[in-house]
């Protein structure tokens, strides 16, 4: 089944850029999605497919994905944000389409 | 507002039976499929399967096949996930989480737009 791969954590300063990586076999031919997920909460959807934005998340969040990395870009970063985000595609025609990366815990310092 | 409501939290003993449930409201229903992924205690998200409430139609990753049941019930707008004999590693946070369409080169990818609350089932002799 098809593997995404993230970085188990990612440290930033308040006011800086986080930028949360998720790797996979060209995954730049995938659409990539992105989820936050605070503590004892459900996830929420932040980015989809590879930079759309749903209604309400802040411009703050952006992705991109090209070749065998996708990225989740957060600029000015807050405590807020602190958080485990997860990368995930529908890798179609797999027995198992529905694949999320391992999580990456992004802490605010 | 679109919502997805999900049963409360379990307990159980090993062996028994159990169905938790998702009620969905301010959408149309059969119009979306419903997913369903397990959260096992700090570890992270696993997609189980997912079904096609319009005909209850479901789908399971190998992980998960054989396993549990998913479901759905149009005319309660309601999916269920179901199991027939738990076992101590079925302890996790369930949730339920509606997936969106986008039409891609290979045909449709899925993501998933709203989600549940979750249900902790923990299964405890």
């Known amino acids: 089944s098809y593997v995404l791969t993230q970085p188990p954590s990612v440290s930033v300063a308040p006011g800086k850029t986080a930028r949360i990586t998720c790797g996979g076999n060209n995954i730049g031919s995938e659409s990539v999605h992105w989820y936050q997920q605070k503590p004892v909460q459900a996830p929420v959807l932040v980015v989809y497919?590879?930079?759309d934005r749903p209604s309400g998340i802040p411009e703050r969040f952006s992705g991109s994905n090209s070749g065998n990395t996708a990225t989740l870009t957060i600029s000015r970063v807050e405590a807020g944000d602190e958080a485990d985000y997860y990368c995930?595609?529908?890798?179609?025609?797999?027995?198992?389409?529905?694949?999320f990366g391992g999580g990456t815990k992004l802490t605010v310092l | 507002e679109v919502q997805l409501v999900q049963s409360g939290a379990e307990v159980k003993k090993p062996g028994e039976s159990l169905r938790i449930s998702c009620k969905a409201s301010?959408?149309?229903?059969?119009?979306?499929?419903i997913s369903w992924v397990r959260q096992m205690p700090g570890k992270g998200l696993e997609w189980m399967g997912k079904v096609d409430p319009a005909d209850s139609h479901a789908s399971y990753s190998p992980s998960f096949q054989g396993h549990v049941t998913i479901s759905a019930d149009k005319s309660i707008n309601t999916a269920y996930l179901q199991w027939s004999s738990l076992t101590a590693s079925d302890t996790a946070m369930y949730y339920c989480?509606?997936?969106?369409?986008?039409?891609?080169?290979?045909?449709?990818?899925?993501?998933?737009?709203?989600w549940g609350k979750g249900t902790t089932v923990t299964v405890s002799s």
């Open positions: 497919d590879d930079s």
């Open positions: 301010g959408y149309s229903f059969t119009n979306y499929w």
């Open positions: 995930q595609v529908w890798h179609t025609g797999s027995a198992h389409p529905g694949v």
């Open positions: 989480a509606r997936l969106r369409a986008i039409s891609g080169g290979l045909g449709y990818y899925y993501y998933m737009d709203v």
